[in-house]
């Protein structure tokens, strides 16, 4: 089944967006365009309410107009100008005969503007930059433009990736557009489609589900009546149940089908079901693996770990080393369920990845490496090898934690004797996600 993107973006760059797309296989596009920004909200509304969408592409203006919109979960990709995009803008306005500065910039990462200024030599001095954040308005960065011009003299120009600014500049201040040329674009609609993939991949793994009678006055009439109860609930339809011997029932199906189950691994009602018809405490793990086998060992050890707890409760394992736990009986009764997962999370987890334009795997991902690294600093090259992700992205991911405030800028090193010295970082991610809700989690590997 094809993969089905929602991408939104303003009316003058359709075409850029479809040239970008052109190389895109298996993957359909559904468009939301718009012609002015306090359009989008209501479009974006009426778009979801009427397509189904594996995913979700947008610049950071339609991304933070829509966000709340969108639903937990979905795969997010945000579009931002990089240093290519801003370098070959200016080479366009070099060729009108502008010059490359005095320049006043909007949207940009102040971080691409300083690289950019850097690798061309530049003149720091004669160069404005106003980074983006969601609290600007169209006439906050008009203003900034016409301020810049007031101070570097008619021989300054603008580069601005809003068509709102453009159009009101135009014909009064000499204007560059800094949009993301097409490659910019098509890497994003990859990653993101490769995201989507390998969410469906994952949702496609096996997994197996052990539930054990823990305390009954009578195990085996206890064993039986579980073992039925499981048959006999709607959402373990697809799944192969058989009875594991003397307390346990061994239950084994897709992985998207216990992620439905558990309510993404929030809670097992089946555990409260069988209290009260059964008048027995059941535990129960799951485990998730490269092999059945894998899967019912890793079970096992969720279960045991369950049976320590001293109310009915559940663990998943996974063999990547990632645990959550305990999901209670219901969903009001979790007490403090793991946060580091990679696939579905929790409200706080959602509203941060939100808030800074992020998938909530990804920033579940960046909260365990937080957690591991205990407050040590990390380069962005050393970043992209713990997430398995490509230098560029890393450096990518990097800007987009920056303007969200999720990491600080502390210090450098030099890892090649001939190389520039390399920015470290310290994650902020725990501490957001503080701010975001109360939660306490641990870790452990397997």
């Not at 995913?55 to 969108?70: D, H, I, K, N, Q």
């Not at 190389?419 to 809700?437: D, E, F, M, V, W």
Request: proline share 5%; charged share 25%; with cysteine.
């Amino acid at each position: 089944m094809a993969i089905v993107i929602g991408v939104v973006t303003h009316s003058t760059h359709g075409q850029l967006f479809r040239d970008a797309a052109s190389t895109l296989r298996g993957v359909d596009l559904e468009w939301v365009s718009y012609d002015h920004e306090d359009e989008i909200r209501a479009k974006v509304a009426a778009f979801l309410s009427s397509t189904r969408v594996d995913g979700f592409l947008a610049g950071p203006v339609p991304y933070t107009e829509s966000r709340e919109l969108l639903p937990p979960g979905l795969p997010v990709g945000v579009i931002r100008s990089s240093a290519l995009d801003l370098t070959l803008a200016l080479y366009r306005a070099q060729e009108r005969g502008w010059g490359r500065t005095p320049v006043s910039i909007d949207t940009f990462p102040a971080e691409a503007v300083e690289a950019v200024a850097t690798a061309l030599e530049l003149d720091p001095d004669a160069i404005e930059c106003l980074p983006y954040s969601p609290t600007q308005s169209v006439e906050d960065i008009v203003e900034f433009h016409r301020s810049a011009y007031e101070r570097f003299g008619d021989r300054s120009y603008v580069i601005s990736v809003r068509a709102a600014v453009r159009e009101q500049l135009r014909g009064q201040i000499p204007i560059m557009s800094g949009m993301p040329v097409p490659a910019t674009i098509r890497t994003e609609l990859h990653e993101l489609a490769l995201r989507i993939e390998s969410d469906r991949a994952s949702a496609q793994r096996f997994a197996a589900g052990v539930f054990l009678i823990s305390r009954s006055p009578d195990e085996e009439r206890a064993r039986v009546g579980l073992m039925n109860l499981l048959l006999n609930t709607p959402e373990f339809a697809g799944a192969w149940i058989e009875d594991r011997g003397r307390r346990g029932v061994v239950v084994f199906a897709h992985k998207a089908l216990f992620e439905r189950v558990t309510r993404n691994w929030v809670a097992v009602p089946a555990l409260a079901e069988a209290a009260t018809a059964l008048g027995a405490q059941v535990s129960a793990g799951f485990g998730v693996g490269v092999s059945a086998r894998n899967c019912v060992l890793l079970a096992e050890q969720a279960a045991v770990r369950a049976e320590l707890e001293d109310e009915p409760c559940a663990y998943l394992i996974e063999d990547s080393g990632v645990i959550i736990g305990p999901m209670g009986p219901k969903t009001s009764t979790v007490r403090e369920a793991l946060s580091f997962s990679y696939r579905e999370h929790g409200d706080h987890v959602e509203q941060l990845a939100k808030s800074v334009g992020l998938s909530a795997a990804t920033v579940s991902r960046l909260a365990a490496l937080d957690h591991e690294l205990e407050g040590r600093t990390i380069s962005p090259g050393e970043l992209a090898d713990r997430l398995g992700i490509t230098d560029q992205s890393g450096r990518r991911l990097i800007r987009t934690l920056d303007a969200g405030g999720l990491v600080s800028v502390e210090g450098t090193a030099q890892h090649h004797p001939k190389g520039r010295p390399s920015r470290l970082y310290r994650l902020r991610i725990a501490q957001a996600l503080k701010g975001h809700q109360p939660w306490s989690s641990t870790a452990a590997r397997s």
